[in-house]
DNA sequence: GCAAAAGTGTTACCTCTACACCCATGT
DNA sequence: ACATGGGTGTAGAGGTAACACTTTTGC
């Protein structure tokens, strides 16, 4: 390697993760008590810092694995969080992340770990430093791809049923949808497979039951739909 | 200020700029020959370090006033990008922004600094490190971004007739519009004014210059409208 | 049998698209 | 007058929203 930059400042790299889950009816925040001074005590979102070895997604999937037990998990990156003061320690700029998660699906993982609790994204607390800035925009940018492309399948089982893709939806946007006009504005995506059986859960009707069409979801995935049309922006 | 994290991984900051011109035909991409080594001579996006004393949003905008001269430009933050050998000379993680800019109204900063060159997007060249994948990324974005949004109107001059703006849309998409469709999508989001005056540069009919409703267009920037109905994404 | 949840069909409305015509200007 | 570019109108297609009815299941 050849010698390096003459620019002097060198800077810490946090990585903190917006983990957003769902369990069927309301739409949670996986949060954790700060064991460490400063804010000590308070809640804030899972993070760490990035290791010289590794690049921006692999440290985010680090952070969430050491904390959770996580793994293959849907991950993007938010954004650059960078303001001088915004961690009272030292200058740091935090890279942020939000993932996608389906509570049931990772019961194991998280009890195992019992790092995180799960907050109604609703009944959420005050959180440290810039933490609500970047959860706030970490919803907005949900709900915009959510209502663009197929996304909310990641906070789902591997089967489940338009009435429960549909409290997802619900529960994203914080407003109520029309049944039957949902329910064919995703069948007409082609993306859902028939898998025949039937959700035993229910206590009245049973709902069928789909799964994803891994290969159209993987290759369809950019197209525009417009899962929520009158949403208030 | 408390003790430092004992965390030992600080890194260099990079900021760089995807910064896209409109001169009225083409989509342009303003880029720089590089004058130091690693890399000298090549092309390379406009880009410089994160100071100490700076946040994010101040570090791009300064990166941007040095080389170019320009200010009051609009930008946003596309992403952070981090892989390990994204920089032969040293681990350093790049945070991006795309600037949107009217290259005529600032033709007089520009050709003073003299530092940067208007490729037409279609011809750009070759770019240094990941600086390539980073064009694709905001060029996506602005796609994305301006078929929603009014996002247009930084690259034109502040006033402008409907047909120029129309060019300008064909330009980022690559693709042609019908002008009596696209003229009426964009008058009915009740952003622009009729200043009453024509357009003098037409060599036939003139056309009428319009202005931007400012209040409206700071208070609707978020709302949704869909500019580029069907583009291929 | 009844309540609750799930599946499906229909209609009115509205938006978008594709198209044709007219107007203003410079040569 | 004619070529070029700009402004506006309209009919048909397609999509969306609002609505009612039927089916399944547990009690």
Redesign the pocket.
Known sequence: MLQKYTHDTRILLAIDCIIFGFDGEELKLLLIKRNFDPEKGKWSLMGGFLNETEDLEEGAKRVLNELTGLENVYMEQLQAFGEITRDPVERTVSVCFFALINIHAHDSELSRSMNGYWFNFKDKPDLIFDHNKMVNMALSQLRYKAALHPLGFELLPEKF???QLQKLYEAIYDMHL????F?R?IISTGLLIDTGE??EN???????LYQLDAEKYKNNFNDFH?FI??FKW
């Open positions: 049923t338009i009435p029309d049944r039957r006009n329910s504005k039937k959700n229910s206590a009245t009707k049973k709902a069928m417009n049309s009158d």
